[in-house]
């Protein structure tokens, strides 16, 4: 996205948009969301929400830039009928750009690393009542889940495994069988092939090779390839542009497996910024397939005092959270408690 503003022809990007638009309305009903003034963004409406049935839990921006649209996509789901019910805590969600279900299972693949918090998982499966498989992006150019994975009915996944940590790829290699699992190569992915909307057994996307809509063409997919260059530069492609409002009906368990998911508050003291400690603390959280919230950070006035920061970290199970902790413990990490001054501070933000 860097370096692309003021570069997009806005007679094309309408062009392009308008011929997704009148395609996809060939094959589903498809709703339209008002702009709001001063949010450009807003046209990259995977990113309001995650719905299903009756529920929408909507986004929380990680960027100050895209925070303006959360209201107007909240207000416009609960006026189409839904029950709008937001993730607790602060946690940043964005949407079914991070959030896709697999079709017909009870199961939710969830992205974190670059927008989405991982702690935001926990509270997607509360609120939908699925299990949710937790996926580590690690490469910035694909910075939602659906920009490099895309589930397809019959316990199916095309993705890019290089966006992946190992974790993850090998937790898509457990959760789906070789036969069913459809690995793009480099140019397809940077063409967004994977950022794909289905309707039925047609998908829909930016452009696809050859090899990679025979593939499709295998598995009984249709492949409508409609060049979404202009909204490219704003790093969005065609489900980017897409939010689903219907999902396939899920058969959901009895009783939802608990999250593996752990957390835990720690405190870091000493020189923070010079020194590097901070920096080397977040690197062994992210390292360890964590992430992190900075909840306080008070630097000191001088040389001879100790920086303080407070983190929330979070971790995919138990095993890697007591990992990271080793590690921030190594770098004189303590359990997360504040001292008055960094308290009054937390309670007043």
């Not at 309001?48 to 303006?68: D, I, Y």
């Not at 996509?73 to 019910?85: K, P, S």
């Not at 659906?146 to 959760?175: H, K, M, N, Q, W």
């Not at 005092?305 to 007591?322: G, I, K, M, T």
Request: with cysteine; net charge negative; charged share 30%.
């Amino acid at each position: 996205m860097e370096g692309q503003i003021g570069r997009v022809d806005r007679e094309r990007a309408h062009a392009q948009w308008s011929a997704l638009f009148d395609d996809v309305s060939r094959f589903a009903s498809v709703e339209q969301v008002e702009a709001d003034p001063g949010s450009p963004d807003m046209c990259f409406t995977a990113n309001a929400a995650l719905v299903e049935g009756s529920r929408a839990v909507p986004a929380r921006f990680r960027n100050t830039e895209r925070r303006a649209e959360e209201a107007p996509f909240a207000r416009w789901l609960a006026a189409d009928g839904a029950r709008v019910t937001p993730l607790p805590d602060r946690d940043p969600f964005e949407g079914e750009g991070d959030a896709l279900f697999q079709p017909e299972e009870p199961l939710l693949w969830a992205g974190y690393g670059v927008r989405t918090a991982l702690e935001a998982h926990v509270g997607l499966a509360e609120r939908f009542g699925v299990e949710v498989a937790s996926l580590r992006l690690v490469d910035p150019r694909f910075y939602h889940l659906d920009t490099c994975f895309t589930p397809l009915p019959g316990g199916r996944v095309v993705y890019f495994p290089a966006a992946f940590d190992a974790r993850s790829r090998r937790e898509i290699e457990r959760r789906v069988p070789a036969p069913r699992r459809l690995e793009v190569d480099d140019a397809d992915a940077m063409g967004f092939a994977c950022n794909a909307l289905r309707v039925d057994d047609r998908l829909f996307l930016n452009t696809a090779s050859p090899a990679l809509q025979d593939a499709l063409a295998n598995w009984g997919f249709e492949t409508r390839c409609h060049p979404v260059s202009e909204f490219l530069r704003a790093g969005g492609g065609v489900k980017c542009l897409s939010l689903q409002l219907e999902q396939a009906v899920l058969d959901r368990p009895a009783a939802v497996p608990s999250s593996a998911i752990r957390a835990t508050d720690v405190v870091l003291r000493g020189d923070l910024l010079d020194a590097g400690l901070l920096r080397r603390a977040l690197d062994a959280v992210t390292g360890g397939c964590g992430s992190f919230r900075v909840d306080a950070l008070d630097l000191a006035e001088r040389k001879d005092q100790p920086s303080v920061a407070r983190l929330r970290v979070v971790a995919p199970d138990e095993a890697h959270l007591d990992a990271i902790a080793e590690g921030l413990t190594a770098l004189g990490a303590s359990p997360g408690e504040l001292d008055g001054r960094e308290r009054d501070r937390d309670a007043a933000s």
